[in-house]
């Protein structure tokens, strides 16, 4: 065929073009119009505050460039046109495939919640973190005042709010005394006197009978306030005696520690072979203390114990030698007599050994503490007193009892379990203790 025949004329073909673009240009309203309701659609169920969700990136990507005419928003939405309808859905189902489910639109939910906890948190919190209030702080007590408190509860409270003295008040003065175990001797003793002091116009008021009372307990104690010198001999042997369940052992633990403090070397001798683990007792006190401890089985012969350790404390040029003993009714002659036999064998190597006879007294014993010391002292001379468990009695009168009748030194008092509580007596503060009607500050 020829050219002419495939081809139609010039004039033809640009009457079709014509006629296309007069077509395109009646269509794109439209167009225009059903891309207006697609987005319409697209955009209003998808309603998310959101910053990771971007409407017109996912919208670009189902509807062509070509389609997406913003500056024909104004125009009505034709009827004519099925498609809209039936496209709509599919445009919706892709932004809501790219949105998460609404696991996002519950977190700003939770967000009440969370920080409803966080301030219930911040509102205990203070509460915890606030120090409890401190009552106020009172003095704190020293080892005399804290151990004879029980003593001092009635006679210390005696004389607060007390202005006038009468005989009433010089009767109930006189049964707290008799209650602290200061004994019917010292007490009828010291009542005389204050009557006197009364009667003569020298006490006017509590305050004043309370300062004589002082003065009068403080001449009674005074004389027994003697401190142990272990210098000057060598070995020093310390014996010390008592009845079963004063303390022996223990004190004797406690004065070996005490030695070593003052740089003396100790040794100790395990003499108690009668009461069951008497011996295992002191040897853990020694080995507590790092010091050697010369023993035998227990039933073993007492002084023979006694007299090896001071043997070997003479070899060793040990400093002090504390000898325990067994434990022994005052009232049973036969053993009080064995405790003799200790005494001379430990002459035969030292003439003046034992140089210290020290003497355990328990002072909730109260008044049977006298019996006591009566009975030690005949068989072995006592030359010194150990008054222990004043923290647990209020019987802490009869150190004056025991001062008054007999003028033994009392060279310890123990005012408590702690191994620093084993103190030097003093009479000073001892008389303060007894009276205080408020603990003492250190």
Known sequence: MSSEQESPPKSEKKGLFSRWRRKNKADEPAQSATAEAQDTQAITPIEQPSDSLKEPESLEQVVSPDVLAPSVVTLPVTPAEPEAPIKAPAIVSLPAAEVSPPAQPAAPAEQPETQTEVLENSSTKPQDSEPAKQPETKKRPNRFSRALSRTSAGLGAFFLGRKEISDELLEELETLLLMADVGVDVTTEIIGELTDRVKRGELNDSDTLKAELHRVLLDIISPCEQALD????????????????????????????????????????????????????????????????????????????????????????????????????????????????????????????????????????????????????????????????????????????????FKVPLRYVGLGEGVDDLQIFRAEDYVKAVLSEVDDGL
């Open 230 to 405: 272990v210098s000057g001999k060598q070995p020093f042997v310390l014996l010390v005696v008592g009845v079963n369940g004063v303390g022996k052992t223990t004190t004797i633990g406690k004065l070996a520690q005490r030695f070593q403090n003052e740089g003396h070397s100790v040794m100790l001798a395990a003499g108690d072979t009668f009461r069951a683990a008497a011996v295992e007792q002191l040897q853990v006190w020694g080995e507590r203390n790092n010091v050697q401890v010369v023993a035998q089985h227990t039933g073993a012969d007492s002084a023979s114990v006694i007299y090896d350790a001071v043997e070997s404390a003479k070899a060793k040029n040990i400093d002090v030698l504390i000898a325990d003993t067994a434990g022994r009714l005052h009232t049973k002659s036969n053993l009080m007599e064995e405790l003799e036999k200790v005494k001379r064998v430990m002459a035969k190597l030292d003439e003046a050994a034992p140089h210290e006879v020290l003497l355990v007294l328990d002072a909730g014993t109260g008044q049977n503490a006298l019996n006591q010391m009566h009975e030690f002292n005949q068989a072995v001379g006592i030359t010194g007193l150990a008054l222990t468990k004043l923290d647990g009695t209020a019987k802490g009168g009869v150190a004056f009892a025991l001062s008054r009748r």
